[in-house]
Structures are given as structure tokens and as C-alpha cells.
């Protein structure tokens, strides 16, 4: 089944065309891979599928639902959840409340109920927590939970991130270049976590520069240039299409 | 271990506050019961406002514009001849619905923008007090010779001296208190510090920033009303010169100087910048009075200068973390 398909997507900034006319397909439980040389339109890509950035044209189907044009917060709650390329945790709270405000989406309490403090807010709240730390023990991240977000080691504010959208309970996981700045250890951790993710049913949609990472982990590959999707295909095809090598090798002298 | 300490800290100052009157009540300190309850309002405000300026983040310089709403507000219910807690229900829906009325457009700002319509809107409140006569009798201020504000009754309780408001503006601040920290420690409440941290991210992750914004920008608008009902209701008229750019000012500076976000800390710094004035005059009497600024001033640059973090720098709490990933 097709979870997310784009049809046409065009975004323009000003004169630049950082995406023009991409077609795009993810069925279910698969990794698929964004590849590119820098500024090809990737993580616009993302801020695209997420809400964002609206596009300039062209539509975005989630599980058959067309989603552009809604605002982030709802499409996360339909099941799209991100990291960012530059992280973005709330550097002031700690690593569990930091999962904990994934659950945000879904769950209920409002004010009333924690004003009074009604036995629904008691087990919503522990709700949360179980499930926040349930996660944080899948990215291995428990013991570090009452530590402020800022003061974890940079590895750790990548599996965080990725915690905190885990909770969402996202069915399409986005990650942009979660392994960049890890060294090869941390790397190989990380590529271990992402496929435990996809065991548990959720698809992902990773952007990565590192080659070796990409052709080990993908089912399926799209490369991005200029804006321009040249290619798709499984890591061999890739590997030898002379398109990408071009892009790769060749394009940022043009 | 810490939450057993610092509920004995609360409790401590709870009954030293409580039991401070009966020693002082006829004797010629009485009249600090009053500074007391003019400190416990600014408490009030500060609690209010650290909600969206300490939780939120939003930077509000216009907070006393809603102290003024509701205070004024029940100033008219009462003379209208409502009692004390009809008059400051209403006035706290009218301050809300205002609050929110001004939050709609204006949330969807950033940081600076907010800063500038919220300084904006409380000048504007200044202004329309000071002209709008038919309602508000101008400078000259509410209520007008001939008519009256009542006083507060309780059951049937007449609220008439001093240490009578001093206890209930105490348990005003207590309630506040408790209403503080169970919004705090809720769904809601991270939600507000995760928009404080980072409002795209807090979006990206599923929270209505939006309206998770308004609802904190409500919220401290409540406080604020209620401060104003228990301001005229004890003071018996009001004038738009108690709600300057000054005092907004004065609020913002006991959030920052108490620790941002920290409800002890907002406390202790409302507790100092609203009251070392107050005693300082009374003290220093005389030729000395007019240096009080200069002190207060002096006191707020060495406590920038050696706790840069506020007086009580907010805390996250700890969580148990269960025994089965503790390596
Ligand atoms: N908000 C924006 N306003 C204007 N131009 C933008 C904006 N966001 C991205 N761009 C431009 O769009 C192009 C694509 O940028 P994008 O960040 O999507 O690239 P990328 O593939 O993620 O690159 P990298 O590998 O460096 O992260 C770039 O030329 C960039 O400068
Ligand atoms: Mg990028």
C-alpha cells in the first residue's frame, strides 16, 4: 500500500526552484533514502511533507489523504514525525519530558482536569510517562532521562530527537543526515536503531550523505539535483547510474 | 528529597506569614500588614505574568494593562452594586476576553513584535482610562463623589481593616500558588516550556502552538483580574496613574530578577522589588527618602551581577526512572 505520494511538488524561493516537479512514492514499512549533493532541495523536501513551508505547486497525499496546506502540528498528528538537520530539542527540559511532549498529540488533559487534578489527568499523566520512558529505554536513553536535553552528549540529542518522534506514534519516521557529525561507532549504533524502527512497522524517509550508510540500510533510493529528482532506484542501480555519478562528481562546477 | 524540602520551606513561610499579624496588629509596626498586602498583589502579578513570560516566553510588556481592566471592571460592577465575588467574576471574563481578543492577531508574532504591541496595547489602555469620562470619570478616577465601592464580604464577614485583607490576599496567593504549579506540572504546562524552548520543534511535534499560546495568555490574564478585584475592593477607588509602562516594567523585572519560569523565584523577587521600596521609605524617613531609588537600583544590579540566573533559578523536576535500563 502507498503511505505518501507527491504529485507534481514544485517550491520556489523567490527566483530559485529548490524543488521542481517531483514525483515521489513511499509504501509502507520501507527505508527509503534522499540523497543529494548540498542544496539540491532535500531537507525543503521535508519541510514540505511536514507543513512548514506550503508548496508553491503540486499536492502531497498521506495514506491517500491529501495533507499540504494543514499546519504541522495536525500532520504530525496524522502520523508524519521529523528530526531536523541542525538538532532541535527543548534544551531546557529534561530528556523524559522531552519524549514526554511527543505524547502531546496524543493525549487530552486540558486545564480543567489539571486543576482538580481528576483520576483521568492521573492516569493520562502516568500514561505518558510509562510510555516516554518505554521509549527512551528503546533508543537506549532511559538512564539518561532526568538529564536537561542541553547537557547530553551530541549522539544522545540525535537518539533523543528521534525518541521524541517515536512518541508521536508516527506510521512515516523522517530523519535529515541523523548520523552527520557521529563518529563510526555512533554511526553504526544509530544505523541499528533506525532498522529496529522500521521492524516495529514504521516507515522511514532518511536523508544521508554518508554513501555506505545509504547503500547498506535502503530498500530503495531517490536522488535529488538542483531540485530535480534524476533518479530512483534500489542501491545498485544507483551506484552505477551515470546520472548520480555525474551529479556527484561533476555538478558543482557547472 | 527535594520536594520534602522545599514543602517544608513552603510550610515554614506559610505559618511565619500567618502568624506574623497577631504580633504585630495594634502595635506600631501594624502598619507593615498593609505593605503586606500591597506586596501579596504584586505577587499575584508576577505569578500571573510568569506564566506567559516564564512558561510561554511570550514577551508581554503590557501586563498591567489587564491589572487595570479588571480592576477597573469590578470598580463598575461594584458601584453598579454588585457584591465582591459576582464583580470580580465578571470583571475576570471581561479581562480574559479582551486578553484573548488582543492574543489572537498578535500571537502569531515573534518575540520582539509581541514585546511592541503589548507595550503598545497597555498605553492605549492608559489612554482610553484617562479620556473615556462617561465610563471611566477620567484622571479623576473611580468611583465619583456620590457613589461607592463596597468592601468584601465574606459570608458574613465584613472585611474591614487592614489585617483582614492582609489574610485574604494571603490566601489568595497560597491558592494562586497551588493553581501555579498543578498547571505547570501538566500536559499543558510542558507544552508551554517546550513553545518557550523552541516553537518550531514544539509545533513539529504536535502541539497547537497557537492555541497552546492563547491558553497560557488567558490564563495569566485570571490572575491579573483577580489582583484588580482585591486592589479596588480594599482600596475603595482607583485612578489610571497605578497601572504606568513603569509598573509593567517593574513586573517583567521581578520574573527576570526571581529566575524566569521559577514560581519560589518569581516569589522572592516580587517580594523584593515591591517591597524594598515600600520599607525603604518608611525606614529611611526624613532626608534619606529620597535616595530609596538609588538603593533599590544598587540592590538590583549586584543581584543581576552575582546571581545571573535569578535568585531562584528554575528547576526541572526528576522523574524516577525505574530500575530495569539502570546500568
Ligand atoms: N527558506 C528559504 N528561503 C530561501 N531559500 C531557501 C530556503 N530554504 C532553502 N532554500 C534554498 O533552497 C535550496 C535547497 O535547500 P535545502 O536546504 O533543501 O538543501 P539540502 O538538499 O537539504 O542541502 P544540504 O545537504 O546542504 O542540507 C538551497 O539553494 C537553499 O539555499
Ligand atoms: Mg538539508
Known sequence: MLLLETKSLCKKFGGLSALAD???????????????????????????????????????????????????????????????????????????????????????????????????????????????????????????????????????????????????????????????????????????????????????????????????????????????????????????????????LGGHHA | MRKVTSTTVLVVNLLILSLYPLFVQGTSLSYTLR??????????????????LGLVGLFDLGFMAFYAIGAYSASIFSIGGWNFWYSTLFSILITVTLRLLLGAPVLRLRGDYLAIVTLGFGEITRLILNNWDSVTNGPKGLPRVGESISGIKIWNFELTENIHYYYLILAVVFLAMIISKRLENSRIGRAWTAVREDETAAELSGIPVTRVKMLGFGASSVFAAIAGSLFIHWEKFVTPESFTFWESVLVVSMIVLGGIGSMSGVISGAILISGIPLLLQVLLGGDFISYRYLIFGITLVLIILFRPQGLVPSQRQALELGEKDSK
Open chain 2, 35 to 52: 505593605l503586606g498586602g500591597i506586596v501579596g498583589l504584586y505577587v499575584l502579578l508576577a505569578l500571573g505574568l510568569n506564566i506567559t
Open chain 1, 22 to 248: 517531483v514525483n515521489f512514492k513511499i509504501p509502507q514499512g520501507e527505508i527509503i533514502s534522499l540523497i543529494g549533493p548540498n542544496g539540491a532541495g532535500k531537507t525543503t523536501f521535508f519541510n514540505l511533507l511536514t507543513g512548514v513551508t506550503e508548496p508553491s505547486s503540486g499536492d502531497i497525499f498521506f495514506s491517500g489523504e491529501r495533507i499540504n496546506g494543514f499546519s504541522p502540528h495536525w500532520i504530525t498528528a496524522r502520523g508524519i514525525a521529523r528530526t531536523f538537520q541542525n538538532i532541535r530539542l527543548f534544551p531546557n527540559m529534561t530528556a523524559l519530558e522531552n519524549g514526554m511532549i511527543g505524547r502531546h498529540c496524543r493525549t487530552r488533559n486540558e486545564v480543567l482536569s489539571a486543576l482538580f487534578r481528576t483520576p483521568a489527568f492521573y492516569r493520562e499523566e502516568s500514561e505518558i510517562e510509562k510510555s516516554a520512558k518505554e521509549i527512551l529505554s528503546f533508543v537506549g536513553l532511559l538512564p539518561m532521562g532526568n538529564v536537561l536535553a542541553k547537557n547530553l552528549p551530541y549522539g544522545d540529542q540525535r537518539k533523543l530527537e528521534i525518541a521524541r518522534a517515536l512518541l508521536t506514534e508516527p506510521r512515516l519516521l523522517l530523519l535529515d543526515e541523523p548520523t552527520a557529525g557521529m563518529n563510526p561507532s555512533e554511526s553504526e549504533e544509530l544505523i541499528l536503531l533506525i532498522e529496529k524502527i522500521r521492524q516495529q512497522g514504521i516507515s522511514i524517509l532518511l536523508i544521508e550523505h554518508q554513501m555506505r550508510v545509504v547503500m547498506g540500510i535502503s530498500d530503495h533510493i531517490i536522488v535529488l539535483d538542483h531540485g530535480i529528482k534524476i533518479a530512483e532506484g534500489d542501491p545498485h542501480q544507483i551506484q552505477t547510474n551515470p546520472d548520480v555519478i555525474e551529479a556527484y
